[in-house]
RNA sequence: GUCCCCAUCGUCUAGUGGCCUAGGACGGCGGCCUCUCACGCCGCUAACAGGGGUUCAAACCCCCUUGGGGACGCCA
């Protein structure tokens, strides 16, 4: 039997339909499949299923592509679009349509409508009847040339059970009862969901089918219209559906989010896939990983769980914060260079300066946004203050005199080592006679503005001397009062 | 309603008949570090849904119950 490690290479695909953005239960399949293709050395494809022409759009295309180039998940292949192959699908219909696998159905949306209100007051499956499948060839024929509207459907009555081997869940087996002729042509002449993907599957090479568990009927379908097709269906893998902390449905509010979202959040791309992988128990969340490559290789197809999974927030968003800090910082110092205004003293920090600050202040930020916030600490030409903090620095004038006459016997341009700093804080410590919180807090709020930060010793490495004084002087002469309070 | 799928700490999971007194991660709680917040480190917490079988032995195999999810379109 083929299962993950006696099959492969994969070729694998993502086939979204351009109707909305992305969001965190699609992109879930499209991780997996890109990292069991690249895990097994095979291909990862991606292909839009636009076919339904109401409600496809191209902004919502453009948008998928987009977040697909963020999340790193490029295809190996041109993408592929379904739209641009109408004739492919209407041969294949044709050829079923002659072996009388396939029948014109002219029945209209009303009389299907009122089928299925019907099957529901008795207690039935709404399943369509196969009404126009008993059509003699003269009725057939006859309605045909009146030029009646009418579908095509698959002959779909299959004496035996569907059964299958799915690489998650095992044996699966569909009763050849549960659904009835299904539209293969829809009556515009556009194909349906069905037809389309097992054509294209077939003429893409996929050999592995990875998604969500809501498309398990679907596989019997499918399967059947491989065998009337005489081609070997691919393997099947279906994998449980994300859902919401109550275990229902994933909606906008239980944390459905959408990749332009992740974007807003401040969330790294490989947090994202990482997260999603591992709720899916291929991948470990004790470890970072360094690329996609790297996560692919640590990728364990045989864990990929049955059940349903849960979408968390948190766990996402405190992932994401590990891999912000532990990336290299020289990203985010680029991003800076790039996004600050001009005018910023941002840049006229050296570029040692920029990579300590940004490694320094990264510890209590999870994202760049964040990151961005605390920079004012060290950036901002003037500070100020609330009434309260004025009251404590009032108070401290000894001691941040003290500072400032200890800084005056270091060069002004220089910045001091961590070494420095200490024997520095210990001299004024002991000459002002304070320690601990009295000693430290008073330091910080005069040199940052703010009541808690990152490390202060760390702070104090990060400034030149001449600025650091400088603040100093500024809040002996007359601080500006933040008002806001 | 009918059919299909799923069921281990709060969450993601390890577990494929004896290595299970059920392991890890995230969270929570406590502690250490510490001027603060965060990081980091240490410790603790907490689960086999219930009931029947099979077996010398069951989290694991079978059956039932319960709970959850999904599917039943000229949507994908």
């Given at each position: 039997m083929t299962n993950f490690k006696t099959g492969g290479p994969w070729i694998t695909r993502f086939a979204p339909s351009p109707t909305g953005v992305l969001?965190?239960?699609?992109?879930?399949?499209?991780?997996?499949?890109?990292?069991?293709?690249?895990?097994?050395?095979?291909?990862?494809?991606?292909?839009?299923?636009?076919t339904d022409q109401e409600r496809s759009t191209f902004a919502a295309e453009a948008a998928i592509l987009w977040s697909l180039s963020w999340l790193?998940?490029?295809?190996?292949?041109?993408?592929?679009?379904?739209?641009?192959?109408?004739?492919?699908?209407?041969?294949?219909?044709?050829?079923?349509?002659?072996?009388?696998?396939?029948?014109?159905?002219?029945?209209?949306?009303?009389?299907?409508?009122?089928?299925?209100q019907q099957a529901a007051a008795d207690n039935l499956p709404p399943r369509y009847s196969g009404r126009c499948a008993k059509l003699s060839k003269d009725e057939r024929i006859e309605r045909l040339g009146q030029g009646l509207p009418h579908t095509v459907r698959f002959r779909s009555t299959s004496e035996a059970d569907i059964r299958f081997a799915d690489l998650i869940k095992g044996e699966i087996s569909v009763p050849a009862t549960a659904f009835g002729d299904f539209v293969l042509l829809r009556s515009n002449g556009w194909p349906s969901y069905n037809l389309a993907v097992v054509v294209d599957d077939m003429d893409m090479g996929v050999n592995l089918v990875l998604r969500g568990e809501d498309h398990l009927t679907n596989t019997a379908r499918q399967i059947l219209l491989y065998r009337a097709l005489d081609h070997i269906p691919p393997s099947f893998a279906h994998h449980g559906l994300l859902v919401d902390p109550e275990?229902?449905?994933?909606?906008?509010?239980?944390?459905?989010?959408?990749?332009?979202?992740?974007?807003?959040?401040?969330?790294?791309?490989?947090?994202?896939?990482?997260?999603?992988?591992?709720?899916?128990?291929?991948?470990?969340?004790?470890?970072?990983?360094?690329?996609?490559?790297?996560?692919?290789?640590a990728f364990n197809p045989f864990a990929l769980g049955r059940g349903n999974a849960v979408m968390n927030i948190e766990e996402l968003k405190s992932l994401s914060a590990r891999v912000f800090r532990a990336e290299d910082p020289s990203g985010v110092v680029a991003t800076l260079d790039q996004t600050l205004s001009e005018d910023d003293p941002w840049h006229s920090l050296d570029e040692q300066n920029r990579?300590?600050?940004?490694?320094?202040?990264?510890?209590?930020?999870?994202?760049?946004?964040?990151?961005?916030?605390?920079?004012?600490?060290?950036?901002?030409?003037?500070?100020?203050?609330?009434?309260?903090?004025?009251?404590?620095?009032?108070?401290?004038?000894?001691?941040?005199?003290?500072?400032?006459?200890?800084?005056?016997?270091?060069q002004p341009e220089s910045r001091l080592s961590k070494?420095?700093?200490?024997?520095?804080?210990?001299?004024?410590?002991?000459?002002?006679?304070v320690k601990g919180r009295l000693l430290y807090h008073p330091?910080?709020?005069?040199?940052?503005?703010?009541?808690?930060?990152?490390e202060l010793t760390a702070l104090l490495t990060l400034l030149p001397v001449n600025r650091l004084r400088e603040r100093i002087t500024a809040i002996t002469i007359f601080p500006h009062c933040n008002h806001k309070e």
């Open positions: 969001h965190l239960g699609n992109v879930r399949t499209a991780i997996l499949n890109h990292l069991l293709a690249r895990q097994s050395g095979g291909k990862f494809l991606l292909r839009l299923e636009d790193g998940l490029a295809p190996d292949e041109p993408v592929r679009h379904q739209s641009l192959r109408l004739p492919l699908y209407r041969r294949t219909v044709e050829r079923l349509l002659a072996e009388d696998k396939a029948y014109p159905c002219f029945c209209t949306d009303t009389e299907l409508e009122r089928e299925r275990g229902k449905k994933l909606s906008k509010r239980s944390g459905a989010l959408s990749i332009p979202e992740c974007i807003e959040m401040g969330l790294k791309p490989l947090a994202v896939t990482q997260f999603l992988a591992s709720l899916s128990g291929a991948l470990p969340t004790k470890s970072l990983f360094a690329s996609l490559e790297d996560m692919a290789r990579r300590d600050l940004v490694s320094s202040l990264r510890e209590n930020a999870s994202n760049l946004e964040e990151l961005r916030s605390l920079l004012p600490h060290f950036t901002a030409r003037e500070l100020s203050f609330t009434p309260r903090s004025m009251t404590e620095l009032a108070q401290s004038r000894p001691l941040l005199a003290a500072l400032d006459q200890a800084l005056a016997a270091h070494e420095a700093v200490a024997a520095l804080l210990r001299q004024i410590g002991e000459q002002a006679g330091i910080r709020l005069a040199l940052t503005g703010f009541e808690s930060g990152s």
